[in-house]
Nanobody
Framework: QVRLVESGGGLVQPGGSLRLSCAVS????????MGWFRQAPGKEREFVGV????????YYADSMKGRFTISRDNAKNTVYLQMNSLKLDDTAVYYC???????????????WGQGTQVTVSS
């Protein structure tokens, strides 16, 4: 059984930063690619970025490049999403997901967290 629990969401002003964490249970964490997705009210789930099991490779959606950084600590079974220069339209529920495939498609991930709300507002 693999369980993912996100934390670190909250309210931040435009231009601010937040770091989300996703703690993963299970002994095979390092074999999973870990993705981050987000969903704003009334919008479809959107790919944010993905990191390989080793942590050596990352890939981001164009709108997040240069602002968001994904990292992982396999010793702690945790993946992180560092978000800088936040904008109003970054407001969404952010989800982490784990899967065997390196993919941008949300429907190809096997495990999901419950999500954490990020609100960017002045």
């Amino acid at each position: 059984q693999v369980r993912l629990v996100e934390s670190g969401g909250g309210l931040v002003q435009p231009g601010g930063s937040l770091r989300l964490s996703c703690a993963v249970s299970g002994r095979t964490f390092s074999t999973y690619a870990m993705g981050w997705f987000r969903q704003a009210p009334g919008k479809e789930r959107e790919f944010v970025g993905v990191i390989s099991g080793s942590g050596r490779n990352t890939y981001y959606a164009d709108s997040m490049k240069g602002r968001f950084t994904i990292s992982r600590d396999n010793a702690k079974n945790t993946v992180y999403l560092q978000m800088n220069s936040l904008k109003l339209d970054d407001t969404a529920v952010y989800y982490c997901a784990g899967g065997r495939r390196w993919t941008v498609r949300w429907d190809e991930y096997d495990y999901w967290g419950q999500g954490t709300q990020v609100t960017v507002s002045s």
